[in-house]
């Protein structure tokens, strides 16, 4: 806290400092005005204030006679709206007057140079001697005359240097106004050492292009930042502010009237241009409020700029006299203004203690005091100098303090961000990495495929009842002789050997496009959404992987054998389960159907069997050994059933066989659904003489002799054979 203080401390020290100008000088009195006591070497300035004398109603050139003269004394700098000459009316503002005093200069002074700042009239000052001759040719500004039709308003500043050699000077000061509300001088002629007076007025007037050009460049940036940040108003309102007052300064300084050179019509432009961009200042509320805005009403902002434009509407369409009345409104509107949010702001650092708020107070308090003090100076409540600018200065670099404050708030509030998103960030990447590792693990559980069926993204996605309904192929898988072989194993020997049999099988499923539904303890199911020939073509590899086992693993082991079934039609894959458990499944007929051709590859004595549908809808069944085997109604079953063995995987002379026995066996089959059993028989020793130890022609050569006893016993017998077991 003291360190952000210390700037705005020393701004407020040199504001109380700038008042401290040494002794005050003396003042006119009676008309008369005695500087000889006044060291203009070593002193300042002295502004010719006081009681001047008033010649209503004349432009004199030279000081009337005693016996003609009919003066009154009237106190500078001041308006004389509310003036009751002798046996007239109350003055309106409007008229003609001659101001008269006479100046008594030390003997031994140096070059001294009169300075008459601009006027919002016109004006014209006499220098006389002290026998009434002039020494200097008249100063004028405009066109002074006695009535509006010879009277031409103007807004131009003089300096004069003053003969040396006159100790006595009589000034008349020729003042007309028929445009302004208030007509006379607001501010008295200033005398002084020429050359300190000039690099005064040079000092003032590189103020003033300072002030003006500092309200350039913040104008500029402001405008800048809003077009970059749109969100941030306030950037907005400070620029149009900074713009006001950048106009105001021009005004009050007299460079805008200078560079016109400013008479008559383009005098009353720049007039309600002034008094246009002194509204303006009722702009500033909107600042404060998007600032502030979690603190501060937007109301109170809105309603001033609505008073604001109503104001600058009027300026720009009234008559002068009118607009320029409407001062008087206008002061008390904003000293109200002033103390509302020097209060509001001062109540809300209380609460706060933010050094945002604080800065944003005093600036209010400089710029405040300052405009109020010149409304008193306007008003003739104060004779002094105007002091606005200096408290512009004051304001606009507290406030230049506010906006650094929020952008350094701003720019801390980014890092801490930052450094939040970083770490956020990494969170994020532990948690992309642990969820990657979860949806590798969830795979294992869910496979991607069956979620690609269900239409989910992932697993998250999944719910209970969640499915779809599709044709497919499913695959039963079961080792044989399992019990067996794992009797002479231990419990942990037992799970070791059935994972590793499916760690070279289940790859195979993944290969062919399928993807495992689930292990069976000692086999596993699996579908392929494709094709029935993925189905096939991965039963058969499958197969091949059980012979690599069989010769690089078991030995003299008992050899491992799988039989597999396999079955297309129409599914429901999803999930079933409950809530707390559940997991992904395959439900129809068809798989019912797959588990059982499975079954009756133990009765075949088969490795793969495939019902008829299967075999149907294989696209290239030619490219396997497939044979027809039988017709039967599984258990539950009332339709049979044609079942065909692949034996793509049986050793070469076994297949060979089988090829050559194919054609006796599907005669024999045919025969014997026909009830020609001994036609079948013939067909079937055909057969066993070239294959004597095929089980299917033996099944079938046991099948047509049990038949022909229940044709000679009168016993009905059906071709279909009925399976009582799974």
Not at 525 to 546: G, R, T, W, Y
């Amino acid at each position: 806290m003291k360190v952000t203080l210390q700037f705005p401390a020393l701004l407020a020290l040199l504001f109380v400092l700038s008042g401290c100008n040494g002794p005050r000088p003396p003042q006119a009195s009676q008309g008369t005005l005695d500087l000889r006591k006044w060291d203009f070497r070593q002193q300042s300035s002295v502004p010719l204030s006081g009681e001047w004398t008033l010649h209503w109603g004349k432009l004199l050139t030279r000081p009337p006679s005693a016996s003609k003269a009919s003066p009154s004394i009237w106190k500078l700098p001041g308006t004389w709206k509310g003036y009751k000459p002798f046996k007239q009316q109350t003055s309106d503002g409007t008229g003609a007057v001659t101001f008269q005093l006479i100046l008594f200069l030390p003997s031994k002074r140096p070059s001294l140079s009169l300075y008459l700042r601009n006027s919002h009239s016109a004006h014209r000052l006499w220098i006389l001697d002290s026998s009434g001759k002039p020494v200097l040719p008249p100063v004028d500004s405009g066109k002074v005359g006695l009535s509006r039709q010879n009277y031409v308003p103007s807004s131009v500043q003089h300096t004069v240097v003053l003969p040396s050699k006159s100790n006595t000077l009589t000034l008349l000061w020729q003042v007309s106004n028929f445009h302004h509300a208030e007509g006379g001088p607001k501010v008295a002629p200033l005398l002084g050492e020429s050359q300190r007076l000039s690099f005064s007025l040079e000092w003032e007037r590189l103020f003033g292009f300072f002030l003006l050009g500092l309200m350039v460049v913040l104008a500029y940036l402001h405008f800048l930042l809003f077009a970059f940040r749109r969100e941030e108003r306030e950037t907005l309102w400070f620029g149009i502010s900074c713009v006001f007052i950048g106009i105001r300064t021009s005004l009050t300084y007299g460079f805008l009237y200078d560079w016109v050179n400013a008479s008559g019509a383009t005098w009353d432009l720049l007039m309600r241009l002034e008094y246009i961009t002194t509204y303006g200042v009722l702009a500033f509320p909107m600042v404060l409020r998007w600032v502030f805005k979690e603190h501060l009403s937007p109301t109170p902002p809105r309603l001033l700029l609505g008073v604001a434009v109503v104001f600058s509407l009027f300026a720009c369409v009234a008559p002068t006299p009118w607009y320029t009345f409407s001062m008087r409104l206008f002061h008390p509107i904003l000293v109200v203004v002033i103390g509302f949010y020097t209060a509001r702001l001062g109540w809300l650092f209380v609460k706060s203690r933010d050094v945002i708020v604080l800065y944003a107070l005093l600036g209010f308090v400089v710029g405040g005091l300052s405009m109020i003090f010149d409304i008193l100076v306007a008003r003739n409540v104060i004779h002094a100098s105007y002091i606005a600018p200096y408290g512009f200065l004051g304001f606009i670099l507290f406030q230049v303090l506010v906006i650094a404050a929020l952008n350094q708030r701003a720019r801390r509030d980014i890092e801490r961000f930052a450094q939040q998103l970083e770490k956020q960030s990494l969170e994020l990447e532990q948690k992309n990495a642990e969820l990657e590792i979860f949806n590798r693990s969830a795979v294992r559980f869910v496979p991607d495929d069956l979620l690609e069926l269900l239409g989910k993204r992932n697993i998250i996605e999944v719910g209970l009842g969640d499915h779809t309904r599709t044709e497919m192929a499913v695959m039963f898988l079961d080792i044989r002789g399992f019990t067996t072989i794992s009797e002479t194993m231990t419990p942990k020997e037992n799970f070791e050997f059935v994972n590793h049999v499916m760690w070279h099988l289940s790859p195979v499923v993944r290969k062919y496009h399928g993807f495992i539904i689930k292990y069976l303890g000692d086999g596993m199911m699996a579908v392929f959404p494709k094709q029935a020939d993925d189905a096939l073509n991965a039963s058969i590899e499958m197969l091949e992987a059980v012979d690599t086992i069989n010769k690089e693993e078991r030995g003299e082991e008992v050899p491992l054998r799988v039989g597999i079934g396999i079955n297309y039609g129409p599914m429901l894959l999803g999930m079933v389960g409950e809530s707390h458990r559940m997991q992904g499944d395959v439900l129809s007929d068809a798989v019912n159907l797959a588990a059982r051709v499975e079954g009756m590859t133990k009765m075949y004595d088969a490795t793969i069997l495939l019902t008829a549908i299967t075999f149907e809808n294989l696209k290239h069944p030619e490219n396997y050994h497939i044979r027809e085997l039988d017709r039967v109604k599984p258990k539950g079953k009332n339709v049979p059933v044609t079942v065909y063995e692949v034996f793509d995987n049986d050793p070469e002379q076994k297949r060979e066989l089988k090829l050559a026995t194919k054609i006796h066996l599907e005669e024999a089959i045919r025969l014997y659904r026909e009830e020609k059993l001994v036609e079948a028989l013939s067909a079937l020793e055909e057969g066993l003489v070239l294959s004597p130890e095929d089980p299917a022609l033996l099944l079938y050569q046991e099948r047509c002799l049990q038949a022909q006893q229940a044709q000679q016993s009168g016993l009905n017998w059906d071709s279909v054979a009925v399976l009582q077991s799974k």
